[in-house]
């Protein structure tokens, strides 16, 4: 393009996005409503004014300092205050439902009297006050099954299990009543000696979790097929993946177990 042509260009060009300018700032004027920016439609793009929002925020602060009140005037032990009643007087008695009791806990075979709160939970008094570290806790939230553990032979995980609901004789068996148990159990004993056989464990670390859910399955059903294995595991993570030694080491521990019943 001849330069001349372009200057003649450049100005047509100018002079349109004036005229395009004029023309757009007049109709803002005309119609306010149409530019959010300089006017909000209301609140929160509803249609109430400034005057009803200052009425409607102040009835709520209102009603939300009236709650708070009502809320720190309760005392926790005043929920949980008991009446017993007898033929000439009436007696209160506060229990503080936060409060540790002593249960006793049968792990094992063994009796052990513990001072559980009820915020306390199995596998932690295992391994913290029965010195029963066996018992792992790889996630700590139900995930992974790496605490189950054996509740009057059903298994449990044993992280999210309050303690406080096991002293009325329940039988609790651990990863320790196996090998080197002063009594140990043949089902769980089976399966340790069959993962080391197997060699069902690379890093072990979901091992007791591992055999304790495999020792339930074969305490209820002594010949599982290999789908009922890999369903009694299926909450049981093994983040090293040796799935396939782990359910030969159930089936050789079934097979064994057989061998001596
Ligand atoms: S530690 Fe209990 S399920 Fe993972």
């Not at 399966?191 to 591992?210: I, K, N």
Request: charged letters at 20%; hydrophobic letters at 40%; a positive charge.
């Amino acid at each position: 393009m001849k330069p001349e042509k372009r200057e003649k260009r450049d100005a047509a060009a100018i002079r349109s996005k004036a005229n395009s300018a004029k023309t757009t700032k007049k109709d803002s004027e005309n119609n306010p409503k149409q530019t959010t920016r300089d006017q909000p439609a209301g609140v929160l793009g509803s249609k109430m004014d400034r005057r009803g929002f200052m009425k409607t925020a102040t009835a709520a602060t209102a009603v939300v300092g009236a709650s708070a009140v009502a809320l720190t005037s309760i005392k926790p032990l005043e929920l949980y205050t008991s009446t017993s009643s007898t033929s000439s007087n009436q007696q209160t008695a506060t229990v503080d439902p936060f409060a540790a009791q002593t249960v006793t806990l049968i792990v094992n075979g063994a009796s052990y009297a513990v001072s559980v709160e009820p915020r306390d939970m199995l596998g932690n008094v295992l391994r913290e006050d029965l010195g029963l570290i066996g018992t792992k806790r790889p996630c700590n939230r139900g995930e992974c099954g790496g605490c189950a553990v054996l509740i009057d032979g059903v298994v449990h995980y044993s992280d999210n299990y309050p303690a406080i609901r096991l002293g009325n004789g329940q039988q609790i068996l651990t990863v320790e009543a196996g090998v080197g148990a002063k009594n140990p159990d043949p089902v769980i004993s089976a399966l340790q000696q069959a993962w080391v056989t197997e060699d069902a464990g690379q890093c072990a670390y979901c091992a007791p979790g591992m055999i304790m859910s495999a020792a339930g399955l074969l305490k209820a059903n002594a010949n599982p097929t290999v789908a009922q294995i890999k369903a009694a595991l299926s909450g049981n993570i093994c983040r090293c993946g040796a799935y396939i030694a782990i359910i030969a080491a159930v089936q050789a521990a079934a097979t064994s177990l057989q061998g001596t019943g």
